[in-house]
């Protein structure tokens, strides 16, 4: 049965039947003609995983995201990332890496932070000179960083369906940002180098320019400070802190910008309303697809399979292989749904921190929403900025091989996630 049930999925994945539809057609033989259980278990299943503490954190970071974004925060976040990076060769792509890497306390989705990106800096960009495949790629591929500093959605349900602390997977992930931010910028400055793209700003800021523009963003760069101090304490768990995301912008906008009015509240809503039901579409489908596998003992055939390799390290490097290719062929909510629940008991076996290889396979996962052929931030990109998929694909060797050699320090060198985590909590 599990044989047909995946066989279905490829095959309505291959029709682009949307991904959601695709899991609930393809466990239906399951239900339906299987003997050890009834077609109701499967709705059972659906409400289920909609009653989950944890889980509420992803309504509350999606409305808080969007809030965030009609309070003003983002266009002082880009005139601050301007002044920091501008002067850079392939300043205005520099400006999109650190602009991600800023709006990771604020977005939490890499899609919404790539869109939105598209649209703001991607005509400025081509204007410029900057091919489109190099300023839809610097957009694309920075946006991966927005998924991994807190708050993250991705990070929050691989915690809720693998039930791993998603505090510790928080905090973990604002180095690993960090670094990421680092890589994606040298790459982006070699490009630019070799294609002779001329800096932003023809000479650098002064210090008063750079405090005065970091001023007027104290509120949105102080949001990750204050939540990881939360955690920190113990003021409040992941759950409590989405719901605290929301207050904290309603204050930003209300109080201190001034700048959310009645409508921007309503077209945040509206955007959040329609994000979340995508989003648990999704996960209530998935939960009925998961049963499935469960009962059929997938986890169980992977632990298996996993367990005849004696290196740890070779099992962790084969997993991630599974997810690189899974990434490039499905989308990442349900990579992180499906797949990790079958993979990551054999790594936790093998002596592996639930943390640290946590962290890495969402950030994997994210990652291979700019690969083809079905690489949802890459369409989302490159249908913004009317990219060619073939411009893009050739633009992005140098990126995807950069990326690679930052998973491989992840991997290699786990303290670059659980050092954070171990600190603070």
Known sequence: MLTLVGLLFALFLAMNMPVAFALALASAPAYMFGDYMPASVAIERMYAVTQSYPLLAVPFFILGGNL?????????????????????????????????????????????????????????????????????????????????????????????????????????????????????????????????????????PTLSEVLKAGKECFWALMFPVFLLAGFRFGAFTATEAGAIVVVYALFVGLAVHREMTWPAFCEAVRHSVHDLGMVMLIIVMAAALGHVIILEQGPQAFSDMLAGFDSPYMTLFLVLAILFVAGMIMEATVNVLLLTPLLLPALIAQGFDPVHVGVVIVILITFGGNTPPVGVIMYTVCGIMKCSFEEFVRVSLPFIWAMIGFFALLSLWPATVTWLPSVLM
């Open 68 to 204: 965030m974004n009609t309070s003003g925060i983002t266009e002082r976040l880009l005139r601050f990332a301007r002044l920091l990076t501008g002067w850079m060769a392939g300043g205005l792509a520099q400006v999109a890496v650190v602009l991600s890497m800023l709006m990771g306390g604020i977005c939490g989705s890499a899609v919404a932070d790539a869109a939105m990106e598209a649209r703001l800096l991607g005509p400025a960009m081509i204007k410029r000179g900057y091919s489109k495949g190099f300023a839809a790629c610097s957009i694309a591929f920075s946006s991966v960083i927005t998924a991994t500093i807190p708050p993250s959605i991705g990070l929050v349900l691989f915690g809720f369906v693998n039930e791993v602390s998603v505090g510790g997977l928080l905090i973990g992930g604002v180095i690993p940002g960090i670094l990421m931010t680092v890589v994606i910028m040298s790459v982006v400055a070699y490009i630019a180098r070799r294609e002779g793209y001329a800096p932003e700003l023809t000479e650098r």
